[in-house]
Structures are given as structure tokens and as C-alpha cells.
């Protein structure tokens, strides 16, 4: 069952922040959170991850509420090669697969 | 390209017929899995591998199924007696066994588009 809820959908300016919100209220202490995304037709691609801090690497950041209950990743400069599905996933502790929900369609406006 | 080969990229298979896949992982990585997703919908586990052996099998991963990695490199996924609603892309990926965190880095393969007529 999925343990994230997500926006079904979401539209971003070219060339603005994408701010793609995922609520994890029920995570737990052990428990990371993942993002992927998905452009059409092609295998899901990972982004990033964290367990408590923000994260930032080339693709985005990830921001963790305090309380861990919810995270955003934030494309700084959304292009159009960004249009996708943006996957939130908080994988439990020993599990070794991921599940994937239905995510957030995210669509780069020019 | 994440490094994850997958062939044939597609299929199409008469009802009653068997497939296979072939999935050839990025070399360094001890982890591989298999995911089946359908139209509008996420990715959903099937199975994994540790090197060589097939360590978890979901419940979507009926007995017509069977998945191999004969020497820890590449893997092959069987379908038997293809049904209408095994049509699916199949997808691949790999990760390093390297703690926790970097078993959910898992790197995907392009799929291959299966369609059942």
C-alpha cells in the first residue's frame, strides 16, 4: 500500500522553480524517502533521496519537514525535458524493492 | 542511458505463446530487480536478485513466470502461456548492495513494451 500521497497533477512555468510536494505522515524513524521521475516511455530515473537533512545534488533538492511528515522536491530551473511523472517514496527499512504509487504529473508550460 | 540494457525493447505475442526477456544490469551492481507497470499506473515489484540468487518474489509473480540470473550478470524474465493481461511494459534495474540507502538507488532499464493480442 502506499505510504505517500501526491498532487495528481501539476503545471510549472519554463524556466521557474517546480515545487513537487508528498505527504508521508505515517513514515517512520528508519525510513527514507526517494524520488523518481519518469519521462514518457522511458524506465523510471532516480533522483534523489534523505532520511532526515535537506539534500541537494545536480537535479534538485529535497527539503524534509522537521517532523518528517512531508518533503518537497524543488527543480530549480524547470525546463521542458522536466515534463514527467515525479515519483515519492518512502521505502521501508529492509525492504528491498520500491513502490511506486501513481506520482505527480508534473508539465514544463513554455 | 542509466547503463541498464533491456532486449527486445519490444514484443508482440500471440495468446498461449512464451516470451522471454533479456535484462544485462550495470556491471559493478550485486542487486537486481524486475518491475511490471501498466498503463497509468507506477511501476510495481515483481522480484529481485543478489548476485546470482532470487532472494523475493511478489504475488504478482505467478507460477507462469520465472526469472533467472544464471551467474550474477545479466537476467532473463519467462512468460509462459502469455494472457491478454500479462501486456505490460517490463522494466529492469540494478543497484550496488552498498547499505540501506543505496539499495533504493536502483538504476532502470528502458523496458520492453509487451503486447498480448
Known amino acids: 500500500d502506499a505510504k505517500t500521497t501526491q498532487p495528481t497533477s501539476m503545471d510549472c512555468a519554463e524556466g521557474r522553480a517546480a515545487n513537487l510536494p508528498c505527504n508521508h505522515s505515517?513514515?517512520?524513524?528508519?525510513?527514507?524517502v526517494y524520488w523518481y521521475r519518469q519521462i514518457h516511455s522511458q524506465g523510471p530515473q532516480y533522483i534523489i533521496h534523505?532520511?532526515?537533512n535537506n539534500e541537494t545534488n545536480e537535479m534538485a533538492s529535497l527539503i524534509i519537514t522537521e517532523d518528517r511528515k512531508s518533503s518537497t522536491l524543488i527543480l530549480p530551473h524547470a525546463t521542458l525535458r522536466d515534463t514527467a511523472v515525479y515519483y515519492c517514496i518512502v521505502r521501508e527499512a529492509g525492504a528491498n524493492n520500491l513502490f511506486f504509487g501513481t506520482g505527480t504529473r508534473l508539465t514544463v508550460i513554455p | 542511458d542509466t547503463g541498464v540494457s533491456q532486449d527486445p525493447r519490444h514484443k508482440i505475442t500471440k495468446r498461449g505463446q512464451n516470451v522471454t526477456f533479456r535484462c544485462d544490469p550495470i556491471?559493478?551492481?550485486?542487486?537486481l530487480y524486475w518491475y511490471r507497470q501498466t498503463l497509468g499506473q507506477g511501476p510495481e515489484f515483481l522480484t529481485y536478485?543478489?548476485?546470482?540468487?532470487?532472494?523475493?518474489k511478489s504475488r504478482l509473480l505467478s507460477d507462469r513466470f520465472s526469472a533467472e540470473r544464471p551467474k550474477g550478470s545479466f537476467s532473463t524474465l519467462e512468460i509462459q502461456r502469455t494472457e491478454q493481461g500479462d501486456s505490460a511494459m517490463y522494466l529492469c534495474?540494478?543497484?550496488?548492495?552498498?547499505?540501506?540507502?543505496?539499495?533504493?538507488?536502483?538504476?532502470f532499464g528502458p523496458g520492453t513494451r509487451l503486447t498480448v493480442t
Open positions: 556491471s559493478e551492481h550485486n542487486r
Open positions: 534523505g532520511l532526515k
Open positions: 536478485f543478489q548476485n546470482e540468487a532470487q532472494l523475493e
Open positions: 505515517t513514515i517512520s524513524g528508519n525510513e527514507y
Open positions: 534495474a540494478s543497484s550496488r548492495l552498498a547499505g540501506l540507502a543505496g539499495v533504493g538507488e536502483q538504476y
